[in-house]
């Protein structure tokens, strides 16, 4: 049975209880930042006193209003977050005073440019690569520009100590939850990969902080505890399974409940519900600009050329968690992932010598059946 924040039952009940959340704090006066990927520098938002909140749609619900203005042929992510915002169907949307976007893949960048006219979107604009000098002039500039929209916004200034705080404090977060991922290096995991997806998904809806942190520490406690008490020197049968590749949050229950209802345990996730962002902290030792430019420059997302980082992580992961299989999930359009999986493919097969299975899907259920089929294909081969 999974526990997620506050005994919620599920994911959908979370989600409708931060609304209420949400809409207390702009009663309160507090200012709310909709954000949409793992690169945006949270801290500074933070430090504006502002709260950030995902916009990330994980639904097909709001697709037929977003293919109203969107072409059909657009990943799912991008079309659902845009349609929650354009039908209005989202209160998170709607009690955001600003929008932070980057220029990540070519279909976000532009979508935000249909979202300023709804909402106010400022957009950092990425480099396309991890260099030392070029691109971290480049960013480290991105940076202060968001700095200094978000001041002028909300009409306060972030000062270095503020931000510094704020990083500490993001920090200490970080490593609470890097904890709690890492829980699927214990041989057999006693949390699945569904569970963790799911509480990882739902934090996004809690906004007291410190709450947050406990429920993790705690129920990560518990899982120890349940491990070495239960579960260690039993090793279990069921293939490890490794998830890479886009964010699955709109995935959840057609792809990651059908790999575990299979008869595998998803131990790690190297994606954005994962590890990526989390694995390195903040430098807290230099300047505080300077410290969020490294940071979130070598985050390991595809679209990042060349993106040598992402196959460093792989590397590692899969020795640490042990892992038996990997599975990669790229939702359908997504060009950089789909081009990158050719290089990943013959990393996981041929260097790390491990079985590996493409899955290209959106959010609707066409293709459950096929998906059924071709994961239970795939566990047998193991
Ligand atoms: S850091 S993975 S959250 S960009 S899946 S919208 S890339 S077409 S979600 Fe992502 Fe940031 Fe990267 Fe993470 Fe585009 Fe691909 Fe869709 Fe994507």
């Known amino acids: 049975m999974i526990k997620l924040p506050e005994n919620f039952e599920s994911y959908e009940e979370a989600r409708r ?7 207390a704090l702009k009663e309160q006066g507090t200012n709310v930042v ?9 801290e500074l938002i933070y430090a504006a006193g502002a709260v950030p909140v995902g916009l ?4 097909d619900e709001p697709i037929a209003d977003a293919e109203m203005h969107l072409p059909k042929n657009l990943c799912p992510l991008i079309k659902s977050s845009y349609g929650f915002a354009v039908s209005e169907k989202c209160p998170y949307f709607y009690f955001s005073d600003m929008i932070v976007g980057e220029t990540t893949c070519d279909g976000k960048k532009k979508m935000y440019e249909l979202l300023n006219e709804i909402r106010p979107t400022h957009v950092m604009h990425l480099p396309q690569g991890q260099d030392k000098d070029h691109a971290f002039r480049y960013w480290r500039d991105e940076m ?3 700095k200094e929209t978000l001041e002028e916004k909300f009409n306060i ?13 993001r920090n200490h977060e970080r490593k609470v939850l890097l904890d709690f991922y890492e829980l699927g290096k214990l041989n057999p995991s006693p949390i699945t990969g569904y569970e963790i997806n799911t509480v990882m998904e739902t934090l996004g809806f809690q906004f007291d902080r410190k709450s947050q942190c406990s429920f993790i520490e705690d129920r990560t406690k518990e899982l120890k505890e349940k491990y070495e008490k239960e579960l260690k020197g039993k090793k279990s049968s069921r293939p490890r399974i490794l998830i890479t590749g886009c964010p699955t949050g709109g995935v959840r229950d057609k792809v990651l409940k059908t790999i575990e209802d299979s008869g595998a345990d998803i131990v790690a996730f190297e994606n954005c519900c994962g590890v990526r962002e989390k694995a390195q902290l903040v430098d807290e030792t230099i300047d505080p600009i300077d410290a969020l430019t490294e940071k979130y420059l070598n985050i390991s997302c595809s ?26 999930v790229v939702l359908q359009a997504c060009h950089t992932f789909n081009v990158e999986s050719y290089n990943v493919k013959k990393f996981v097969t041929e260097k790390k010598e491990k079985p590996y299975l493409y899955i290209e899907t959106d959010y609707s259920k066409l293709d459950v059946g096929q998906i059924n089929t071709r994961i239970n294909a795939f566990l047998e081969m193991i």
């Open 144 to 146: 202060v520009r968001l």
């Open 157 to 169: 200034e972030i000062t270095n100590e503020k931000l510094k705080q704020s990083i500490k404090e």
């Open 17 to 23: 209880e931060g609304f209420l959340k949400v809409k």
């Open 303 to 328: 679209i990042m050329t060349p993106n040598p980082r992402r196959f460093i992580a792989l590397d590692e992961m899969i020795d640490e968690y042990e892992i038996d299989g990997v599975i990669e």
């Open 34 to 42: 909709g954000v949409f990927c793992t690169y945006t520098p949270i």
């Open 56 to 59: 990330c749609g994980t639904s």
